[in-house]
């Protein structure tokens, strides 16, 4: 598999997330695994990879809301995103309308304008 700019940047945010949930901040490390959410999203791969660390981090977290939101957001990312249905921006977590876009960060937004320009 070709390393992209944009998978860069998504494992940037990953690896951001798991050190912040090793030093026990778990909204820091959601926060990271959110914004590798926005940059993965017309990924089938990358979407559904960062649902199921969301997944992974209901559970470290005994967030039963965010477990069953990520159980539906898996499938959702599997089998919406190489149609290209998808709300961008969206963050991906249960806290937010799985249908709903959202403003873009600017950074991220500057990374996918980059990436989308090739």
Known sequence: MRTTLIDRKIEDEIVEAKKLSAAGDASGAFRHLER????????????????WLMLKHGFRERDTKEIAGQVLRIGGAATKTPLGIYPKGNTGGANVN??????IPDDLAAVLAETEGK
């Open 36 to 51: 590798a959410h926005v940059l993965g999203q017309s990924s089938t791969y990358q979407h559904t990879r960062v649902h």
């Open 98 to 103: 799985p249908l709903r876009p959202m403003p």
